[in-house]
């Protein structure tokens, strides 16, 4: 069954540092998207993207969070200058175009800020 | 704006048991529905669906109906086993396709 694969699965990093999490959806997909989860609570979107660019974002998704895919296969999430807060899990999920909006998500990848 | 509202947990039965998660949503429009699962250290995987008013999905011995009448898609299941715990979350999806989340459910089922 075709998969949303996400890399890394855990990241650390240091506060003010830039990270970069990879995603690479499934191919015959059209729509992508970030969400993450904070431990313990509810899953938030981040950002939809369709057709190279952003379709909507929410508040989180300030001037600090950028997507891009670069290489028609990728699907990145960059955070320019990591805080504490973002620590969680951010979630990968594509899906195909059509009146079934169930998405595919990846496994995700645990971003610890220190 | 879309809010999904889910039965507040931590929910825990025993294997054999009948489950049933409640949740209700709110939602100009008509959305889709669904239930995603989290099982321990992994990611959310699709459960079921349904995409109109009446429709009931299942999967895996897990049902939930469309109810537009009540705004509620619950989820049951007729016999839980252990390896149906995990954390359950309710979704509504609007017609651009962003989704929005339940708070989840958590679920432990005992031998």
């Known amino acids: 069954e075709p998969e949303v694969t996400q890399t890394p699965s855990h990241q650390v990093t240091q506060m003010g540092q830039e990270v970069i999490l990879r995603c690479v959806p499934i191919s015959n997909h059209l729509y992508f998207y970030w969400y993450r989860q904070i431990l313990g609570q509810k899953v938030e979107f981040l950002v939809s993207f369709y057709n190279n660019e952003i379709s909507e974002k929410s508040e989180i998704f300030d001037d600090q969070f950028s997507v891009e895919r670069p290489d028609g296969s990728n699907f990145t999430l960059k955070i320019r200058s990591t805080k504490l807060e973002d620590s969680a899990m951010y979630f990968c999920?594509?899906?195909?175009?059509?009146?079934?909006?169930?998405?595919?998500f990846g496994s995700g990848t645990r971003l610890t800020v220190v | 704006g879309d809010s999904v509202t889910q039965m507040e947990g931590p929910v825990t039965l025993s294997e054999e048991a009948f489950l049933t998660i409640n949740c209700t949503y709110t939602a100009t429009g008509y959305p889709s529905l669904f239930w995603y699962v989290q099982y321990p250290g992994e990611g959310l995987q699709l459960l079921l669906k349904?995409?109109?008013?009446?429709d009931k999905g299942s999967n895996k011995g897990f049902e939930a109906t469309y109810r537009k009448e009540t705004t509620s898609f619950h989820l049951e299941k007729g016999s839980v086993q252990v390896s149906d715990s995990a954390v359950y979350f309710c979704?509504?999806?609007?017609?651009?396709?962003?989704?929005?989340f339940g708070d989840g459910t958590t679920l432990t089922v005992k031998p």
């Open positions: 999920a594509s899906r195909i175009q059509g009146e079934d909006y169930g998405y595919t």
């Open positions: 349904a995409t109109k008013a009446d």
């Open positions: 979704a509504l999806s609007d017609r651009a396709g962003k989704s929005t």
